[in-house]
């Protein structure tokens, strides 16, 4: 699978301050504004000169766009932050001059920002020292595990063959409509079957001879996807349209019953499903790869578990071992 890049994902908290700070019609989104006496799209004005802190005999590197601070942006990196910008909103106009401005206009806000607050108490917060630790974590997971799985991928022979092993997942459910019969005896069962197979009526006869309570419908049931009971069930799932089981054993005497119609119960085509499952089938071998990682790692690192002080704060016994 296409893996991720790790930038992405601040890239897209960046794309909406962007949005939010310089509108879209300066990224080339969305409808442009006009104005009655312009008919071109005026770019926000830049930041104004920012202090120089570091020492005026330092020439700012030859490569860099702006610097603030010790901070400095270069092409490069900016033209990385476009590639990024782009991934995350396709409509994004990489090769606008206006929008490629309003993006290196955000950057330098969104740095003198940062400056500002590192100037401050800000960065000695528990609360944002917590955050900043919890995403360096997320994304170190992030990476490693993409770097675990990038060449893990489920092929159309590995969907093919869970298709085949499957099929009863992926066949539509059958609706019935069935009539009964019911004998409180085998024997009583079994004469009625010989008149019913000698062409009798089955209504006609469930009218007259059937225990149940719907005798009087000419034991006709409800519609269903599933029988009332499994001997049922199992009785009908072979028989066609207006074919008529044998006699068997249920809950309340010995049954015959007459499939009235059946419909549904097609297979779903592997064409129409194979995406789906080459999708879902990667990631259950991705998430092994995982799993069976964690397990070594587990066997690595050896954790210690306070299983007492676990179950007070969780409020059951821990899973650990």
């Known amino acids: 699978m296409k893996k991720r890049p790790l930038a992405a994902f601040v890239l897209a908290a960046f794309a909406a301050g962007t949005l939010f700070l310089t509108g879209c019609d300066l990224l080339g989104i969305g409808p442009?504004?006009?104005?009655?006496?312009q008919n071109e799209t005026q770019s926000a004005p830049p930041p104004a000169p920012v202090a120089q802190t570091t020492s005026p005999s330092i020439p700012i590197p030859a490569d860099a766009l702006v610097r603030i601070g010790n901070w400095t942006l270069s092409s490069e990196e900016f033209n990385s932050r476009l590639n990024l910008l782009k991934q995350q909103l396709p409509e994004f106009k990489a090769n606008d001059p206006n929008a490629k401005g309003a993006v290196l206009d955000e950057l330098i806000r969104q740095q003198l920002l940062v400056q500002d607050a590192q100037d401050s108490d800000i960065g000695n917060s528990k609360d944002i020292k917590d955050a900043v630790e919890d995403f360096r974590k997320t994304l170190l997971v992030q990476e490693l595990a993409s770097r675990m799985t990038k060449d893990v991928v489920a092929t159309e022979s590995d969907a093919r063959t869970y298709y085949e092993a499957n099929k009863d997942k992926f066949t539509e459910p059958s609706t019935?409509?069935?009539?009964?019969?019911?004998a409180k005896d085998e024997a009583a069962a079994k004469n009625i079957l010989v008149q019913v197979l000698q062409g009798g009526d089955f209504a006609q006869i469930a009218q007259a001879q059937s225990k149940a309570s719907n005798a009087a419908q000419g034991g006709k049931l409800e519609t269903f996807t599933k029988a009332p009971f499994e001997a049922m069930q199992t009785a009908i799932a072979n028989l066609d349209t207006g074919s008529v089981s044998g006699v068997f054993k249920g809950p309340e005497g010995y049954y015959i019953v007459k499939v009235d119609s059946k419909t549904g119960g097609a297979l779903k085509p592997f064409a129409d499903l194979k995406k789906d499952l080459i999708y879902g089938l990667t990631m259950q071998k991705q998430q092994a790869v995982i799993l069976n990682r964690l397990k070594d790692l587990a066997e690595k690192y050896k954790p210690e578990y306070n299983k007492?002080?676990?179950?007070?704060?969780?409020?059951?016994?821990s899973n650990t071992n």
């Open 176 to 182: 019935w409509q069935v009539s009964e019969i019911l």
């Open 32 to 37: 442009k504004k006009h104005n009655n006496t």
């Open 308 to 317: 007492e002080l676990i179950e007070q704060t969780i409020g059951r016994p």
